[in-house]
């Protein structure tokens, strides 16, 4: 069973900077690809950038330029460093991935930027 904890949110000013970690556990694979999502209040979740096995990345359009994507597998891990956050980036944050066929999903972090 595959688990993805979230870490690193937290209430900045806008202008400012996070970084998100996504750790996991279990039965995951280095060539599984890991995407973060965020859900702002009212909204559908959607995608903000996802990250392959072999490093290639994408972002939704009004992230590009200011969050970056990464990866360790070694540590099972994946992060979304985010620069120049603006108050519509408030929202939670969840890392997934797809294994077996099956959506995994963290349980979410806040992420809240005043203005």
């Known amino acids: 069973q595959v688990q993805l904890v979230e870490s690193g949110g937290g209430l900045v000013q806008a202008g400012g900077s996070l970084r998100l970690s996504c750790v996991a556990s279990?039965?995951?694979?280095?060539?599984?690809?890991m995407a973060w999502y965020r859900q702002r209040q009212g909204k559908q979740r959607e995608m903000v950038a996802m990250?392959?096995?072999?490093?290639?990345?994408d972002y939704v359009s009004d992230v590009k330029g200011r969050f970056t994507i990464s990866r360790d597998n070694a540590k099972r891990a994946v992060y979304l460093q985010m620069n120049s956050l603006k108050p519509e980036d408030t929202a939670v944050y969840y890392c997934?991935?797809?294994?077996?066929?099956?959506?995994?999903w963290g349980l979410g972090t806040q992420v809240t930027v005043s203005s």
């Open positions: 997934h991935t797809i294994t077996r066929g099956i959506d995994v």
């Open positions: 990250i392959t096995s072999g490093g290639v990345t």
């Open positions: 279990g039965n995951i694979l280095s060539s599984n690809v």
